[in-house]
């Protein structure tokens, strides 16, 4: 099993003891909910392993697998969990009970390779309770195994010795995920032998281990539980003690609670040296200790603001803490102090104190320190905590300097892991520096984020592989673009790309409890803010943000408000305060390096035009302030777009139509144009989300970035020869993204494809609810002149709808708007006719006459002027043989005739 760290839970590591040290002296008492043992009396050292050999008395069991002794005498009264107890008994197991009751005889783990059932911290089992667990697992007796107890010395010094000896671990199966395929994992440690001893004077308890013989078999992971139980399987009744598989037996974790992320893994390549203890001492009654200092470990010296640090102050005794004196302390580069008063304390619990404010004046090293005193309080090696801290131009760190990692975040996924900053002036952050220590992370794709508070990625570095040599380092990751934050909360951290087996790149430092709004995730694409990890006590993560104060701001919300088949306008927002004496947009294709490549456009305001640009072509544009002649800002975040085709001619020959299936989505068909009214960046394409013909449809999508912006976006037809004379007929097909979410379309006709152009309306649809494609017909269009026309499609749906597709439009030549009456006062002959055709109005007593011949295909062959007030000739030789309709324009009004051609 490749090494791996939790994704919810950091152990805080025990500190290490000298063999010279003295047990501490007197007995201890329980607050009634809890253990009295507690992480800050955890230590690990060696000592010499010392075989019972023949001394004292072998503990009988009915065989030696899975199997309870009876109960065994202590030889003395021990105190623990608020009971005083006189016996024990052991398991082959690798555990013993106090009391003289048996536990359940099967308290390990049930797969050699995980810890999701079983195990003794998990049991609910009455009878499971007041246990010592050296090493519980599923463990067998060979014929030299032995189980033997011993008291040695004399009252009140008695020590109290039980033995597994020349154990060994039993094969157990796993099974592969995804496959289901099961193994052998054969046993790891054989002739293991181990101890707990139980000190009369002052109820410490040691495991002590010596060296096993590597199992013969394949080196393969297993778990184990090693630790203390109490009355209960709950938080404050338990200590675990975790290692993972290649963490030597000297530096375990030790916790309260049950594991929430590595169990005690063990395997042939990590032995226990011989002699290797772990300590347990139990609480006092009076027992302040300092927890945790919240501070940041790197810190400019501008962009920061007046430090708060705080101190975690925490009752380790069992006796309410009350007017307990904190004092906190800055030596080094800068100098401060600071006391506090904490009115109560209850056990078990801890207070945060917030210190008077502390700003730092110079860069530098410091040392910050933190002392708890409490009256009576004898165990005064946990009172003080120190940390180091740098205060550097531009660098913002939770981590301590100079301190390793105690474990790693990571998984298989797309995730984040963030830390949170604050700043108090405008700064861009330029590069992420992370430390990785993990082997299986080698090989894999990572990259940097700036995150902001609604979960969207600012800045990013390009991918990364992980190499060998950056193990055990912080590496740098420089973005791309530098993120400007503007004196306010942002989020750095490292992204993880998706992976089959899992990875943990990102390293941390214990810090139990956790600083709240400190450590984050963030599942990357899922559109969701990122998500607080301090409440589970993650740790520090050891990520750090470099960055530089800003002075020229540059702009933002960089847009293109239109596009045209050459030229493009885009307009942005000027930065806050000052204005800048001008504006630098560079554009170029999509991909280029604004600092090296681009044209440049210069202008003193919001928006800039571009001209000269090639026909439907795809460019990038960035834009900056220019503060002064030697100070210009960063580049904004830049803008994408595409350039419009090169429009076709007027339309003059119908039906018309368009299914939008002619280009690849998002590209609208050529002659097409949208206006996005509102600005927002969501707008008309075409999109393969919902055809009802061939794979596209013009589609509007709602704005999902802001949920108060209704929808207010055009899109326009190419140009359109419409005649007076004649009407035409739209039809269309239109849908709905969601039927609980009803859309808004208004169709117009205009002469511009412009908001003002728009001046006819042909269909008003407020509540359109239809889901799959409905059939949309227009009012019959009509102009008062001939000339060049255009059609508009408006949606203006509310906020947060969703979508709204149209497809397959069609266009057709109607009938004639004819004056009948007028058509039968005029007289055209003879008709058949091969050349001249005779025209009489006078009966139609119009003023002014315009005659018009049309073809089949409704193009206009012949126009010219007509007398009204005496006979007249249409020249019609030169036009083929066939059907056409004479239109006359008398007064505003029309007549028709059809005329035959013969040839």
């Not at 000298?18 to 201890?28: E, I, K």
């Not at 949920?707 to 739209?730: E, H, N």
Request: with cysteine; net charge neutral; charged share 10%.
């Amino acid at each position: 099993m490749a090494q791996s760290y939790p994704e919810d839970k950091v152990r805080l590591r025990g500190r290490h003891w000298a063999l010279a040290a003295l047990l501490a002296l007197g007995t201890t008492g329980l607050h009634a909910q809890n253990l009295n043992y507690r992480t800050y009396g955890t230590q690990t050292g060696v000592t010499a392993y010392t075989d019972l050999a023949d001394t004292g008395t072998v503990i009988s069991t009915p065989d030696k697998d899975d199997s309870n002794s009876a109960a065994q005498e202590i030889g003395f009264t021990f105190r623990y969990n608020n009971q005083d107890f006189t016996q024990f008994i052991l398991n082959t197991n690798g555990y013993l009970k106090l009391g003289g009751t048996a536990p359940s005889p099967a308290l390990y783990y049930e797969a050699a390779q995980t810890f999701a059932q079983g195990g003794p911290f998990k049991s609910t089992n009455a009878a499971d309770v007041n246990l010592l667990i050296p090493f519980a697992a599923d463990l067998l007796g060979p014929d030299a195994a032995e189980y033997r107890v011993a008291t040695t010395g004399t009252a009140p010094n008695r020590v109290c010795t039980i033995q597994w000896k020349n154990v060994q671990d039993k094969p157990r199966q796993t099974t592969t995920t995804g496959t289901g395929a099961t193994t052998t994992v054969a046993e790891q440690y054989t002739g293991f032998s181990f101890q707990v001893k139980l000190y009369e004077i002052n109820n410490v308890i040691d495991f002590v281990y010596n060296t096993p013989t590597a199992g013969a078999g394949a080196a393969a992971p297993k778990v184990a539980v090693v630790g203390l139980k109490g009355s209960g399987n709950g938080f404050e009744q338990i200590l675990s003690v975790a290692k993972n598989t290649n963490v030597a037996w000297s530096g375990p974790t030790f916790a309260q609670g049950d594991y929430g992320g590595i169990p005690f893994v063990f395997a042939k390549t990590t032995l226990p040296d011989a002699g290797r203890t772990y300590r347990f001492r139990p609480a006092a009654a009076t027992d302040a200790s300092v927890a945790a200092i919240y501070t940041l470990g790197k810190l400019p010296i501008s962009g920061v603001g007046p430090q708060t640090i705080q101190g975690a102050v925490r009752n380790e005794g069992y006796t309410t803490l009350t007017n307990v004196p904190v004092t906190l302390t800055v030596a080094g580069a800068n100098s401060f102090t600071s006391s506090k008063t904490v009115a109560s304390i209850a056990p078990g619990a801890t207070a945060t104190v917030a210190f008077d404010s502390f700003t730092p004046t110079a860069t530098g090293d410091n040392t910050v320190t933190v002392t708890a005193t409490a009256a009576g309080d004898v165990t005064t090696a946990n009172n003080t905590t120190t940390v180091a801290q740098q205060v550097t131009a531009d660098t913002y760190s939770h981590a301590t300097p100079g301190v390793l990692n105690t474990s790693s975040y990571g998984g298989t996924t797309a995730v984040a892991y963030l830390s949170r900053f604050q700043a108090t002036d405008t700064r861009s952050v330029q590069s992420v520096n992370v430390y990785t220590n993990n082997a299986a992370s080698v090989g894999r794709t990572v990259y940097a984020v700036v995150v902001n508070a609604q979960g969207a990625i600012i800045a990013r570095s390009p991918d990364y592989q992980l190499q060998t040599a950056d193990m055990g380092r912080y590496n740098t990751y420089t973005l791309s673009t530098p993120a400007i934050v503007y004196g306010t909360d942002f989020f750095v951290g490292l992204a993880l790309t998706p992976n089959a087996t899992s990875y943990f790149p990102v390293g941390t430092q214990a810090e139990n409890p956790t600083r709240r709004l400190s450590t984050y995730s963030l599942a990357i694409g899922a559109g969701t803010a990122p998500a607080d990890l301090s409440t589970s006590n993650a740790g520090k993560l050891m990520i750090e943000a470099v960055t530089a104060p800003v002075t020229c701001l540059p702009p933002t919300n960089l847009l293109v408000s239109a596009t045209t088949s050459t030229g493009a306008t885009l307009s942005f927002t000027a930065p806050a305060g000052t204005a800048p004496a001008g504006y630098s947009l560079v554009y170029g294709p999509a991909g280029f390096d604004p600092a090296t490549a681009g044209t440049p456009v210069t202008g003193t305001t919001s928006p800039l035009a571009l001209t000269g640009l090639a026909p439907a072509t795809t460019y990038q544009a960035y834009v900056r302030s220019t503060c002064s002649s030697t100070s210009a800002s960063l580049f904004s975040a830049p803008v994408t777009f595409t350039t419009l085709c090169t429009p076709p001619a007027p339309l003059a020959t119908f039906p018309y139509n368009e299914n939008f299936d002619g280009v690849t989505a998002p590209a609208l068909p050529c002659g097409f144009t949208v206006l996005d009214a509102n600005t927002d960046g969501f707008t008309w394409t075409t999109s393969t989300a919902a055809a009802r013909s061939g794979a596209n449809a013009l589609t509007y999508n709602f704005n999902n970035q802001s949920l108060t912006t209704a929808a207010d976006d055009w899109v326009f037809t190419p140009a359109l020869t419409l005649q007076a004379a004649q009407q035409y007929l739209l039809s269309f097909y239109y849908r709905v993204g969601n039927t609980a979410t009803p859309e808004r379309l208004e169709i117009k006709v205009g002469t511009a494809p412009t908001v003002a152009g728009m001046t006819t309306t042909i269909f008003t649809g407020n509540n359109l609810t239809a889901n799959t494609f409905t059939q949309g017909t227009a009012q019959p269009i009509r102009v008062t002149t001939d000339g060049t026309y255009y059609v508009g499609m408006h949606v203006t749906s509310a906020a947060n709808s969703f979508r709204l597709s149209i497809d397959d439009v069609t266009l057709t030549a109607g009938p004639l708007a004819v004056n009948q009456a007028l058509s039968q006062a005029v007289a055209a002959y003879p008709n058949p006719t091969s050349g001249l055709l005779h025209i009489d109005l006078r009966s139609s007593k119009a003023h002014q006459a315009q005659a018009t011949v049309i073809n089949s295909l409704g193009q206009s062959v012949l126009t010219r002027t007509l007398s009204t007030k005496q006979p007249d000739e249409l020249d019609m030789a030169t036009l083929a043989a066939g059907i056409y309709t004479l239109k006359i324009d008398l007064d505003g009004e029309t007549a028709v005739k059809r005329i035959s051609v013969q040839k």
